[in-house]
């Protein structure tokens, strides 16, 4: 059974700080890991999608690894804004063809 | 392209009467999936489906909880009987292959008063 984690759970950070969010998962065995930001009462929103073949994926200032053999995945954040402080979630998907999803990390930025 | 659409947004029923809450996945896409999320909790998997067939209901309760996709209109998701316990934030995502990416609806708030 898949399980996520996400570390830290709440991070506070300054405008223009470069950051990094942290995802591990246990299975291995996965097609593809997406990450989604969600603002408080709405929905998610799809900011990337890493195959398991490919080790980045950048759009923007946004950019995620995947180690897939060691189950990690890390989401990098140039040059914070106010308009980032999301909660930021990881979902691999794997033979299930579900997404499981961590709790995620909500991330303030500091004007 | 419209993205997921959910609807209603918000829902408010009483103990004891029905919710269904409806989804439009994007167009094309032929893969929807339920999710539950309760107040300070991740988001819970419940059921996956394609058109006129469920394939994996495993997070979805037992009792009361159902869900279809038929082949024309959107997916719904009904609870028969609401309790207390069942107030959430209702997702809805769609995909187009069973491992390709997956797009959220804005969800439906259910509150049980």
């Known amino acids: 059974k898949q399980e996520v984690t996400q570390i830290p759970a709440a991070l506070s950070v300054p405008e223009g700080e470069n950051l990094v969010l942290n995802c591990s998962f246990t299975?291995?065995?996965?097609?593809?890991l997406q990450w989604f930001r969600q603002d408080p009462g709405k929905g998610l929103t799809s900011l990337l999608l890493?195959?398991?073949?490919?080790r980045e994926q950048t759009s923007g200032r946004l950019n995620a690894s995947l180690d897939k053999s060691s189950g990690r995945s890390t989401l990098y954040i140039a040059a914070s804004q106010p308009g980032d402080s999301a909660t930021y979630l990881c979902?691999?998907?794997?033979?299930?063809?579900?997404?499981?999803f961590g709790k995620g990390t909500k991330l303030t930025v500091n004007p | 392209n419209a993205g997921v659409m959910q609807n209603p947004r918000h829902l408010v029923r009483r103990r004891g009467q029905e919710a269904r809450l409806r989804c439009s996945p994007m167009k094309g896409h032929s893969h929807v999936y339920w999710y539950r999320q309760l107040p300070e909790e991740g988001l819970k998997f419940m059921v996956y489906l394609q058109k006129e067939n469920i394939i994996d209901e495993s997070g979805m309760p037992k009792e009361r909880f159902s869900a279809e996709f038929p082949k024309e209109g959107p997916s719904i998701l009904r609870i028969q009987q609401v309790v207390r316990g069942d107030s959430a934030a209702y997702f809805c995502?769609?995909?187009?292959?069973?491992?390709?990416?997956?797009?959220f609806g804005q969800g439906t708030r259910l509150t049980v008063v």
């Open positions: 979902a691999p998907l794997g033979g299930s063809e579900k997404l499981v």
């Open positions: 995502a769609s995909s187009l292959e069973g491992n390709t990416e997956a797009f």
């Open positions: 890493i195959q398991s073949s490919q």
């Open positions: 299975d291995s065995a996965i097609y593809n």
